[in-house]
């Protein structure tokens, strides 16, 4: 059974550093794309970043790109969200996802993300 852990969040200023981790267990971590989501108060979940299964390749939300980097360590069954610059809007849970089925999907395509993490919270104040 594939089980996804998020630790790191917690409660910053405006313009601090979060880095999220998210650890995978139960299959070859290496075969599969990971992404990030995150859902405000009140606000449909969205997507965040993404990172292609060999981590040469990722997709990022715009609002986030030049301040969020998603990398990860194979070798580790793990994927990073650094966050660096965050805003008050950056505020929400944060979830780290992957595919059930889909061998090295591609980020850039609307594949559904159908197996996810509990969440960490990120809570950033002005």
């Known amino acids: 059974q594939v089980q996804l852990v998020e630790t790191g969040g917690g409660l910053v200023q405006a313009g601090d550093s979060l880095r999220l981790t998210c650890t995978a267990s139960?299959?070859?971590?290496?075969?599969?794309?990971m992404a990030w989501f995150r859902q405000a108060p009140g606000k449909e979940r969205e997507f965040v970043a993404a990172?292609?299964?060999?981590?040469?390749?990722?997709h990022y939300l715009e609002s986030v790109k030049g301040r969020f980097t998603i990398s990860r360590d194979n070798a580790k069954s793990t994927a990073f969200l650094q966050m660096n610059s965050l805003k008050p809007e950056d505020t929400a849970v944060y979830y780290c996802?992957?595919?059930?089925?889909?061998?090295?999907?591609?980020?850039?395509?609307?594949?559904?993300?159908?197996?996810w993490g509990q969440g960490t919270q990120v809570t950033v104040s002005s």
């Open positions: 996802a992957t595919h059930s089925t889909v061998i090295c999907g591609n980020v850039y395509t609307n594949i559904p993300y159908d197996l």
């Open positions: 139960g299959r070859t971590f290496s075969s599969y794309a």
């Open positions: 990172i292609s299964c060999g981590g040469s390749i990722t």
